[in-house]
């Protein structure tokens, strides 16, 4: 059946083709987003769900969403995604973080010029017919020191338009490299240093714990006299009650703001005062920006529903489509080896390691570890995925360590998953076969070569003669036929396993009878999802 996805907000209709084009049902319904009780009534229908910023993917929406897998946010900001939710439920958040870039870092510099010579107030007082010549005093840009906060991809073509209006640009983030800084022909400065020095000031982060009031009424204090302040970014990164008094004190000297701590914003401190410049968030508001917005975010969401590549995932890593085809196998090995260890582990689990040999150290580890964690986590929470795995082992405290190396003698390529508790360590690997099928090829240290299969049976015990004959007599007297048997030992006399893959799953009344021989030390029914 195709995949069902809702566009709730205003999104080019070039998405709609899109999803068309690829196989992807699509309901086009922009006006949902504000109507919170209808989307929440059908979300549940849908595998995807495409927005812009009308629509609030909150909690209560993500636990509606039964089949959801995937929000598309064409745009940048994710605030109105509540992402650790979505990890939980194993839903992928995606977003479009270049389309709108240059368009919003245009915007700002249309601000800071219609600040800087009061525009707007000048068109409505000639509209009106004043024609008052006198009354708009601008200021030039050129050699104005302007400081950037944030100069990620907004913040970065920002500073390269202003450089071109000849101003001089300082930046403050605190992830901002000297090199970049030298790249980009900015001077890296710290806060208080911007906050003291800049003639005009734009923000261009993401509102964060850390961010969030960066522009406190604290730092407005010490901001130079007469600066103009621009915000295309989000609001709640400026006090807006703080900056509306430093605007009435004269002490801040104008403010465009695109952006607001409330939105829609319909009343603010802001509203009125003279010389404030405001748009309703209109930074991503170009023809060009929504085209290419729209269009990323079909082709974003297509790609995972139908051939599972991720790209640009806030909680996920990224996978192409050429890796998704490569490593299918390899991630369902993962997810195998995962899941046998997770099923032979009673006890709360401390540590992961997953060592990558040969071939598989090549492939795409966060993802490979994303798909073992998910195994693992598999027994105790059927619906985990490899977006919900992730997190739930770091809340759990569970530490997963990653190890690269290329010894392979045997085989193109393993896998080997080490589980620790505070009783002991666990393990299991596994290659993938030419064929593309995954097999167990060591499991406590002991050499085997093991299919897999939907069913399983796996028995420890003594290397001593019979152990063949009572598992073979024990299954065939209960109609359970053995598609494949493994054997395996230490050494002779020494440790062994055996694992059989059945038709059927083995009821525990059968598995009772084997462990009542005496013969077995552990005899368990494993499960393994072949889909
Ligand atoms: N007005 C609009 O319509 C519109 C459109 C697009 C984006 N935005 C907003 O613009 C923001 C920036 O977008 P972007 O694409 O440039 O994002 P980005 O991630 O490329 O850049 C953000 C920059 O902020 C820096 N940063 C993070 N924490 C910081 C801190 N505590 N102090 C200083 N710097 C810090 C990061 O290092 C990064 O360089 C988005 O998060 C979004 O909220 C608004
Ligand atoms: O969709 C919009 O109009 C705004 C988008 C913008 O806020 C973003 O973060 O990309």
């Known amino acids: 059946m195709a995949p069902r996805v809702l566009i709730s907000d205003e999104l080019s209709t070039a998405a709609v083709q899109i999803f068309k084009d ?14 919170k009780d209808a989307l929440l009534a059908i ?4 595998d995807g769900l495409a927005i812009r910023s009308a629509t609030k993917a909150t909690e209560k929406l ?9 929000i598309g946010r064409a745009g940048i900001g994710v605030d109105n995604v509540d992402i650790p939710a979505a990890s939980k439920k194993g839903v992928i958040v995606m977003n479009t973080p270049f389309g709108n870039s240059i368009t919003t870092a245009e915007h ?3 601000m800071m010029l219609a600040v800087a010579r009061q525009i707007p107030e000048a068109n409505a007082s000639t509209h009106a017919g004043k024609w008052e010549k006198s009354r708009f005093m601008g200021v030039e840009l050129t050699g104005k020191t302007l400081g950037v906060i944030g100069a990620g991809n907004i913040g970065g073509i920002v500073c390269d338009r202003a450089r071109g209006l000849r101003m001089k640009v300082i930046a403050y983030d605190p992830f901002l490299s000297e090199e970049r800084a030298d790249q980009l022909g900015v001077e890296k400065v710290e806060l208080e240093d911007l906050l003291h020095r800049a003639d005009f000031i734009t923000l261009h982060v993401p509102l964060t714990d850390q961010t969030r009031n960066i522009l406190s009424r604290e730092a407005i204090q010490k901001l130079k006299p007469g600066v103009r302040i621009v915000n295309c970014a989000r609001g709640g990164l400026v006090d807006e009650e703080a900056l509306a008094e430093a605007l009435k004190s004269g002490h801040v000297a104008g403010a465009a703001l695109d952006v607001f701590a409330v939105e829609p914003a319909t009343a603010s401190p802001l509203f009125n005062l003279p010389n404030v ?6 930074g991503a508001a170009t023809t060009e920006a929504q085209e290419n917005v729209a269009l990323q975010v079909a082709e974003q969401m297509s790609d995972y529903l139908l051939t599972g590549a991720v ?5 996920m890593p990224s996978v192409t489509a050429e890796e998704a085809k490569v490593m299918g196998p390899w991630i369902r090995l993962a997810g195998h080896l995962g899941n046998f260890v997770g099923q032979m582990t009673d006890e709360p689990i401390k540590a992961i390691n997953v060592l990558y040999d040969g071939v598989a150290s090549t492939m795409n580890l966060a993802a490979l570890n994303c798909a073992v964690i998910a195994g693992i986590m598999r027994r105790a929470n059927p619906d985990v995925n490899l977006v919900s795995a992730p997190v739930i082992a770091r809340e759990r405290g569970i530490h997963v360590s990653t190890t690269r190396q290329d010894q392979t003698g045997m085989f193109e390529g393993y896998v080997k998953v080490t589980v620790v508790t505070d009783a002991r360590e666990r393990s299991v690997a596994g290659t993938v076969f030419s064929d593309g099928k995954p097999r167990f090829i060591q499991i406590k240290g002991i050499t085997v070569d093991a299919e897999i299969g939907a069913n399983m049976v796996y028995t420890t015990n003594e290397d001593v003669p019979g152990i063949i004959g009572t598992l073979g007599q024990t299954m065939g007297e209960n109609g359970v036929n053995i598609a494949n048997f493994t054997l395996g030992r230490s050494q002779r006399g020494g440790e062994a396993i055996a694992i059989l893959y059945v038709d059927d799953p083995v009821p525990e009344p059968i598995l009772d009878k084997l462990r009542r021989t005496g013969m077995f030390q552990q005899v368990k029914a494993l499960a393994f999802d072949m889909a």
């Open 22 to 35: 690829r196989g992807v049902e699509v309901d086009y319904q922009p006006k949902l987003g504000k109507d």
């Open 43 to 46: 979300i549940g229908d849908y």
């Open 62 to 70: 993500i636990a509606a969403a039964a089949n959801l897998k995937v």
């Open 108 to 110: 700002a510099i249309a």
């Open 311 to 315: 790209t640009n995932a806030l909680n």
């Open 277 to 282: 410049v405001c748009t309703p968030h209109l």
